[in-house]
Nanobody
Framework: QVQLVESGGGLVQPGGSLSLSCAASGINFSRFVMAWYRQAPGKQRELVAAQTRGTSANYADFVKGRFTISRDDAKDTVYLQMNGLQPEDTAVYYC????????????WGQGTQVTVSS
């Protein structure tokens, strides 16, 4: 059974930081592209950042220089360090695992709420 379990969301003031984690189980973690997506109320889900093992990360323009994705393949865990958070970053953040060779093999976590507000 595949599970992606996110943690680390919460409420933070503008300019603050949060760190999200996503622990994977039931997959060969090294064979998956790990990514973070987010979905704000009334908006479509959008890619935040993605990383393949042994390669550089890709970021959406709206988080470049503020967010950092990293992965620990020994722990089957992917992280998202978020700095300089703004109210527009408020959303549910989802962890995603997509197989390197077979795009249809695609899993989602349950999501974690991030709220940026004073």
């Amino acid at each position: 059974q595949v599970q992606l379990v996110e943690s680390g969301g919460g409420l933070v003031q503008p300019g603050g930081s949060l760190s999200l984690s996503c622990a994977a189980s039931g997959i060969n973690f090294s064979r998956f592209v790990m990514a973070w997506y987010r979905q704000a109320p009334g908006k479509q889900r959008e890619l935040v950042a993605a990383q393949t093992r042994g390669t550089s990360a890709n970021y959406a323009d709206f988080v470049k220089g503020r967010f950092t994705i990293s992965r620990d393949d020994a722990k089957d865990t992917v992280y998202l360090q978020m700095n300089g958070l703004q109210p527009e970053d408020t959303a549910v953040y989802y962890c995603n695992a997509r197989h390197l060779a077979y795009n249809l093999i695609n899993y989602w976590g349950q999501g974690t709420q991030v709220t940026v507000s004073s």
